[in-house]
């Protein structure tokens, strides 16, 4: 819906691919889908839940062997976000390295949009 021809809506690091891919076949799933709602500390929260097949309206982006589906209302939140997935010594998770985000909580798991991005 948002995209540029040629250009994906999202990019997946390798880390992350590895783990889509693994998360879809221990599950049984086609993929992962991903959106914002409203939410947290700083007003907007990501949404990640396991998908048999994608709505008719979501972007889709295969990469690596994974498969994400772009919720309609997150399209233009999340265009040119890289998803990458880290392991620290305390955590391990999906990261969103998001160019739109112009503040995130102190806990990071909560972000804001531009006003003229925000949904109402």
Known sequence: MFGIPGKQAVTITPKAAAQITK???SAG???LRIGI???GCAGMEYT???VDAADPNDEVVNQDG???MIAP???MFLFG???DYETT???SGFKFNNPNVTEACGCGESIKFDDALAVK
């Open 66 to 68: 994974a498969c994400v």
């Open 89 to 91: 010594l305390l955590e």
């Open 23 to 25: 998360l879809m076949a």
């Open 29 to 31: 799933h086609a993929g």
């Open 48 to 50: 990640m839940e396991y």
């Open 73 to 75: 209302m997150a399209q």
């Open 81 to 83: 976000t890289e998803i």
């Open 37 to 39: 709602k409203k939410g």
